[in-house]
């Protein structure tokens, strides 16, 4: 299968010297969903910030399998990032409107990433009277709204409590089981990467190569029952272990 996007032997060295990425070799295929699993610092942000082409490598190439892939990047932070004198619906409208949509034209598509999140209810509402979760829907909403062929999540759940972060999986799940919309998703989270991904990709500390990779078939159901079998244990065994190497640590 040829990947959507290819990194090949991609470095980023800051002005002050620091190496955050080492000669990284990493492909992301069309429908994955795929986790960039690594110690902090060791640049997974950075990676998501040279697909997204808002940063340009030092060294390396990207390479994209069509320019409409290319241009096609939705991007969530782990911060909504929401305008906040704007409500639901203008701030899901705001990448429409700056590529010059009208808003009779931009509507029914605002409303649909709206449904997706499940947030139609709220349209009217200022980001101050959202949750956390809901701020995070309407962020994941904005990022849908020009249907990107690849979602960039940097650890769009970590500052929400557990019970609205596993919400939030499942959506995620249900979101890509819709759209089938290829992502690569940033986690400190080893559970959160096992239960969401179809690939978790493990990165080296301060360097940012491929320690370990680990592959989950990509047909098991995500559930509850899921996130409590053998396969979910001994996936995020690997995954742990592949961790502890990529911070130098014993195994367990
Ligand atoms: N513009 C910059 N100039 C200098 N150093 C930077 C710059 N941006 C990031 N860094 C450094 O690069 C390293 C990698 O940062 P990055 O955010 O990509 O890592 P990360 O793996 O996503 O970390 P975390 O898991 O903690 O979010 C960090 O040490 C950071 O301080």
Known sequence: MTPLVSLRAVSKTFDNGAVVLDALDLDVFPGETLTLLGPSGCGKSTALRLIAG???????????????ARQGIGFVFQDATLLPWANVFANVYLPLRLAGVDRREAEPRVLDALAMVRLESARDAFPRELSGGMKM???????????PKLLLMDEPFAALDEVTRFNLNDELIELKRRTHTTIVFVTHSVAESVYLSTRVVVLSSGGGRVIGEIVIDPTAPRDAEFRLGAEFSAHARRASAA??????????
Request: hydrophobic residues 40%; proline residues 6%.
């Open 54 to 68: 808002v940063a340009s490598p030092t060294h390396g190439e990207i390479s994209w399998s069509s320019e409409e």
């Open 137 to 147: 829907r309407c962020a994941i909403a904005r990022a849908l709204v020009t249907r």
């Open 243 to 252: 961790l502890l190497r990529a911070m130098g640590q014993p195994q367990l």
